[in-house]
């Protein structure tokens, strides 16, 4: 609150501080605060804050930089849902009964009324089977399962079991990996989507950043002073004051002994 937009008013001084690691994630996040701050306070303090913070954004990930496949639980279920609709051409009037959704406290996906559209050919033969419907095994994907298809047997004592049909199994998950393929073709296609969705990805996982060290304000009180230490050295040193876990990962000659000491 307060204390946040005071210490941040005063940044260049935080910056060789402890404290000020306290700052180095959610950085979206609180740039969002302050400019609601701004917002509401046009004549407030808030405009250096919205610069600083503005200026140390991590840099935005691309598309192209993003993996993501049907089954990513950062993807809504209503984008979800939309592919589903128009890789089977889901008729608007059972769109009711077949839905896309998700929980966060279980992580689990379910596709409610997969026999609805029970007279659908993309859903029973272009991207399902006579044993799985489309529906069932966009399902399946989406909790990251592979699709198989057991057949009811008699074992030697009278038992029912479940037996593996492999011959099934193979053309199912054939029909499985055409649905994958589609999606990672289709998530990017659109503008709008695009935007949104790195947009997204972004915020939740693109937020931090790494923590940066500078020893230029360290003086070295008592040291020869024909050392002078390179910046990278003063740098390592301020990890070492500050940081507290601190590996000298340099290279043969960069100076780690005279770090060190």
Do not use: C
């Not at 020893?215 to 940081?243: C, K, S, V, W």
């Amino acid at each position: 609150g307060a204390l946040f937009g005071e210490f941040l008013q005063h940044a260049e001084i935080a910056a060789s501080f402890e404290a000020f690691f306290q700052l180095y994630s959610g950085w979206r996040e609180k740039l969002a605060l302050a400019k609601a701050a701004q917002t509401a306070d046009p004549d407030g303090p808030y405009a250096v804050n919205v610069e600083a913070l503005t200026a140390a954004q991590p840099t935005d990930l691309q598309a192209g930089d993003i993996e993501v496949r049907l089954g990513s639980t950062w993807i809504p279920p209503e984008v979800v849902g939309q592919f589903m609709y128009q890789l089977l051409n889901t008729p608007s009037y059972r769109k009711h009964k077949i839905k896309v959704l998700f929980s966060k406290y279980t992580a689990i996906w379910n596709v409610t009324g997969k026999s609805e559209d029970y007279d659908n050919t993309a859903a029973n033969l272009t991207y399902g089977t006579k044993r799985i419907n489309a529906y069932k095994i966009i399902e399946e994907t989406l909790n990251l399962r592979d699709v198989r298809i057991f057949d009811n047997a008699i074992d030697a004592n009278g038992n029912e079991i479940r037996v593996l049909n492999k011959k099934e199994t193979v053309i199912a998950q054939q029909k499985q990996q055409a649905i994958k393929d589609a999606f990672r073709d289709w998530i990017w296609r659109d503008a709008d989507r695009r935007r949104e969705l790195t947009e997204r990805y972004n915020v939740l996982f693109n937020s931090t950043r790494p923590r940066e060290y500078s020893g230029a304000h360290i003086t070295f009180t008592g040291m020869n002073p024909e050392i002078r230490l390179r910046p990278h050295q003063r740098d390592a040193i301020a990890h070492i004051l500050y940081g507290g876990n601190t590996l000298l990962a340099h290279e043969v000659g960069a100076g780690k002994s005279a770090t060190r000491s």
